[in-house]
T-cell receptor
């Protein structure tokens, strides 16, 4: 059974700090990896996705992928209170369907 | 990324009735999906909506309970049939765009009383 694991949190960081969110997955054949932000009562919003080992940067966000360790992370630089949300990791194992983790709640304090 | 319009945004329904949720995409997507999200939980895939043919359902979900249509590349419906309070949830549609990203509709919050 394909599994995606995330620490439920909450992860608390002060404003301006770097928030680091982590995700591990069980299917070694997984091909693409997605990070979503979900505010309470809203639908998931795609932040970014990554296919290849290494880092991918988009503004304040950096996704990091290590397929050997089956590990993907999301770094948020200069965290803002508006970044407070639940962050969902999702994995595509090659059949075009996504398996989601349970999400990590991030709290950024002013 | 594709923009997906979903309606209704919320509804309160009597048990035993059915509700149809609609999703319209502003551009062509290769695949469309339907998810359910229970309060405080993550997303569970119900089915993949296939254009012009029967949807592909995940384990635990059946066509009689969740009939799905996708008559063209940009439109899909999910019906929740013969509802019970256990069907109270948020239902979300999603599309896979040409850029490789999956985007979501705004969701339908369903309460069955």
């Amino acid at each position: 059974q394909k599994e995606v694991e995330q620490n439920s949190g909450p992860l608390s960081v002060p404003e301006g700090a770097i928030a680091s969110l982590n995700c591990t997955y069980s299917d070694r054949g997984s091909q693409s990896f997605f990070w979503y932000r979900q505010y309470s009562g809203k639908s998931p919003e795609l932040i970014m996705f990554i296919y290849s080992n290494g880092d991918k940067e988009d503004g304040r966000f950096t996704a990091q992928l290590n397929k050997a360790s089956q590990y993907v992370s999301l770094l948020i630089r200069d965290s803002q209170p508006s970044d407070s949300a639940t962050y969902l990791c999702a994995v595509n194992s090659g059949y075009s369907t996504l398996t989601f983790g349970k999400g990590t709640m991030l709290l950024v304090s002013p | 990324s594709a923009v997906i319009s979903q309606k209704p945004s919320r509804d309160i329904c009597q048990r035993g009735t059915s509700l149809t949720i609609q999703c319209q995409v502003d551009s062509q997507v290769t695949m469309m999906f339907w998810y359910r999200q229970q309060p405080g939980q993550s997303l569970t895939l119900i089915a993949t909506a296939n254009q012009g043919s029967e949807a592909t359902y995940e384990s635990g979900f059946v066509i009689d309970k969740f009939p799905i249509s996708r008559p063209n590349l940009t439109f899909s419906t999910l019906t929740v049939s013969n509802m019970s309070p256990e069907d109270s949830s948020i239902y979300l549609c999603s599309g896979l765009g040409g850029d490789g990203g999956y985007t979501f509709g705004s969701g339908t919050r369903l309460t069955v009383v």
